[in-house]
């Protein structure tokens, strides 16, 4: 077999100074805030498709900086609590993507295509904002003299593909309209790039239905762009405190025998593994710390952690150069598709509104269960889950005559579910990470949603298994990474042609 | 914190010397043959109590060896296919354990304490069998001159511990008559080894209920002196073949692009990782080999991966230091309360006669269900699991009006689960396996119950991970570790004493 080449690295073209992440709508746009870029110039609109999620992401022209700044924490402090959105999978359906807030003046922003810049004004009548008005009526120099715009970021189940269809085309018209050009002649300005297992399905169907070109990018490729990328925004990769492994390097005793290592008494065990509390599920407790953006080096070399259907896990060298060293089934598709049987929930943040009010340790069998206390000889806390759904079987099986099936609440079933696949996940990218001596281990994917418990979870399973000496980093994009990835690929390609695709990854 | 006592290694005492496991009964008791000693003396009985299932190990006399001999299959041809046995966890509870088919005449002995030495032929006409009757009338010279016996396995739910106390005392009532002895004499001739969870919540209940002395020993290294010990019964350990391996170093293009190394061209994949087919369920393609039975230091060092409720990873040392390295609460009591939630078995055996029916393909998102071929570039056959449950999501979830929700089969719901746990808990060994250097790796637990599709799924994750380097090992006895662990730690103080004891441990 001949030696594979090795990619090289790559330069990241688009202009990122002075980006900043928008301010959250409402809850479920935590993870899907525009970007705004002030100093990028080249118009280019791509659409990702992942597994069991559509990602779209797309760049609109508005060289004025909107007025919603970014805000310093994951879950956000939105004064829109529950505005309707389009791009959450909670939301309807049928409800047409194209119908805004009236804050996020940055989607409505068209496509400004580079072979459109000779156009002047146009007809700009059927856009509702005043900020993108007034950007088209200034276009009286060049295109590329006027900088500044945002990315913007869907997602779309695939399951009802004809939405994301619908979205696209209308999005296509509204362009064509704003830059006072033919719908053929936008068309010809667009291009598709499908990334993932979507590029198989829908790249087709994408080509007939929309009459653009479609380009099919590799899906490891375009997460590992996607990541360097979105690390150079400020406070777009975060973590929590090291308040945790303060308190465990001077203990204090506090109730029970936790941090009493006088307890371990032992020698056949693991007496040095620290036993780590289980951190609260919400912040401030273990507040959230931003990177400032920085450049790509500053990340590699990393493991980055994908977490959709299934978990790739991915090991980055510091020159760039990628290989998928490991993965597992257990991922988000085996806790939704769990859920989905288990509880009446119908979709992800249903799940996730549910596990918040759970009490795992109602099916969970944890040591205390088992050892009515801590299991000091190993370092086990009584809370620690010896058997994720260890109590269920006890309960409904042999010997009780079936009468306390079902008794188990879909909160508790819920969280406890959540519990097992994060720890696992969190389990198995530690020791990829210790095995290839990585200390940066970042988590990206649709699964994590930007749910406190979800990263909490995650984060303590690193500290735990690391010892407190690795850290779990997170982005604030982190189902994008594929599709933003597909987008930033084609940036040279588009500058060499000197023509303006719009494409889709 | 002081540096915790190193254990010393120990000298198993017990001759196995001649040791056979004897033929299964039925299915159910593939993993609980007696296993007969001809060299062997000293009568102990000992109980050990797991984390959902209680273990009993004791040993009966009889210096005649049985007419059934050790069959070399795992899961055996039995002539007696469905024979009504109390140990299984899928026997009515209600049911004696004490009413044994007449061939198992090694489970109707009686327990003879080296007290009873003295004592000649007493009141045995309540034993059935022939040959214990003869070895009691044999009993002329001292009991250690005339060695040979049984060592019988268990089984008990805990939610059903009644019936495990009804069931030791009525052994000791009849060990009491069958020595000519009055049944507070034999009591005081008995101790009981308890160990693990049960140790905690039944030692008192007990010693009340059975008058016994109860002596509580530690788990793990109970699981390592069982593994010690059953290592050195012939055709007690066994793996699954190297067909698969020598396929692999000679590929043949088979359909598909399994094996076209060729076809793998990019850089910055795993393209030395080898894509393994995945063994079919059922022997014999990939057929048992079955260890001779060697001294303790042939079996180290090697990985304890022991498959409870929960998975305790145990790394042993080469001089039988052990140290819990790892584990996972993904293990036995996951995959039975997920499937008695999800399924109508009440039973484990249920759950798993439900999976050897299902195709995991029907729930499980494959990596062809998402790219329509291999993906080749990493390494991923088209057959590989992407995503366990992953079809579940899609087909029951928003945008369907949850109509197509519940169409799914508890059988491909049972192999689908049975699939994703026994891979995890393959993956998370090997990895510990790797970190620590060890090739020998042992699998034990009550989880596995010499079942061919978790045997094979086992073997497989491996076998996968290490390229074929490293070795899946099975015992026979798989989920009686941690009892005859306890059974074997109290041989030596027992000598030392010189007085009988029968424990449980």
């Not at 993507?97 to 996020?104: E, F, N, T």
């Not at 990769?237 to 203990?251: K, Q, R």
């Not at 994590?448 to 418990?453: E, Q």
């Not at 690929?489 to 494409?503: F, L, R, Y």
């Amino acid at each position: 077999m001949p030696a594979p080449p090795l990619p090289t690295p790559k330069v990241i073209r688009v202009n990122t100074r002075g980006a900043v992440i928008l301010a959250e709508e409402s809850p479920e746009t935590r993870d899907s805030r525009g970007i705004y870029l002030p100093n990028y110039i080249e118009p280019v609109s791509h659409i990702a498709i992942g597994g069991s999620l559509a990602k779209v992401v797309y760049f609109t022209r508005s060289p004025e900086e909107p007025p919603s700044p970014s805000i310093a924490a994951t879950r956000g402090s939105s004064s829109e609590p529950s505005s309707p959105r389009s791009s959450g999978v909670g939301s309807p359906p049928s409800r047409s993507p194209l119908i805004p807030p009236s804050s996020s003046h940055t989607r409505n922003g068209a496509l400004t295509p580079l072979v459109l810049e000779s156009h002047g004004n146009g007809h700009n009548d059927t856009l509702d904002t005043d900020l993108l008005r007034s950007t088209i009526l200034k276009r009286t120099t060049r295109v590329h003299h006027i900088p500044g715009g945002s990315i913007n970021f869907e997602r779309f189940e695939t399951s009802n593909i004809s939405s994301l269809i619908t979205f696209i085309s209308e999005l296509i018209s509204r362009s064509a309209i704003a830059n006072g050009v033919s719908i053929e002649e936008m068309r010809r300005g667009v291009k598709i790039m499908a990334t993932g297992g979507g590029a198989h399905k829908f790249g087709e169907l994408f080509e007939k239905e929309l009459s653009v070109e479609v380009r099919r990018e590799d899906e490891m490729e375009c997460l590992i762009e996607g990541m360097k990328f979105m690390a150079m925004i400020p406070e777009e990769v975060y973590y929590f405190s090291d308040e945790l492994i303060s308190e465990l390097s001077h203990p204090v005793t506090t109730k029970g025998t936790w941090g009493r290592k006088d307890a371990v008494t032992t020698s056949s065990t693991s007496a040095d593994q620290p036993v780590l509390e289980r951190p609260s599920p919400d912040p401030p407790k273990y507040t959230v710390t931003f990177e400032t953006g920085e450049e790509p080096s500053a990340h590699l070399p990393c493991l980055l952690v994908n977490i959709g259907s299934g978990v790739s896990i991915i090991k980055v060298d510091a020159d760039g150069t990628f290989e998928r060293v490991s993965g597992t089934s257990l991922g988000g598709g085996t806790l939704w598709g769990l859920l989905s049987l288990l509880t009446p929930a119908r979709t992800f943040d249903e799940m996730l509104a549910l596990s918040e009010k759970g009490d795992n340790a109602m099916v969970d069998m944890l040591v205390g269960d088992i050892y009515g206390t801590d299991y000091t000889k190993l370092g086990l806390k009584s809370t620690t889950i010896a058997s994720s759904f260890g109590k269920v079987f006890k309960h409904s099986g042999e010997g009780k005559e079936g009468s306390e099936r079902g008794t188990f609440s879909a909160e508790d079933i819920s969280r406890s579910l959540l519990y097992a696949v994060s720890n696992n996940i969190g389990q198995i990218a530690y020791m990829n990470a210790e095995k290839y001596g990585l200390d940066r281990i970042y988590f990206g994917g649709c699964f994590i949603r930007g749910h406190a418990t979800t990263i909490t979870t995650l984060s303590y399973a690193i500290r735990f298994w690391s010892k407190g000496k690795k850290r779990a980093l997170f982005l604030r994009h982190e189902g994008f990474l594929g599709a933003i990835g597909a987008w930033i690929k084609n940036i040279d390609a588009e500058e060499i042609q000197g023509s303006s695709p719009a494409a889709i990854s």
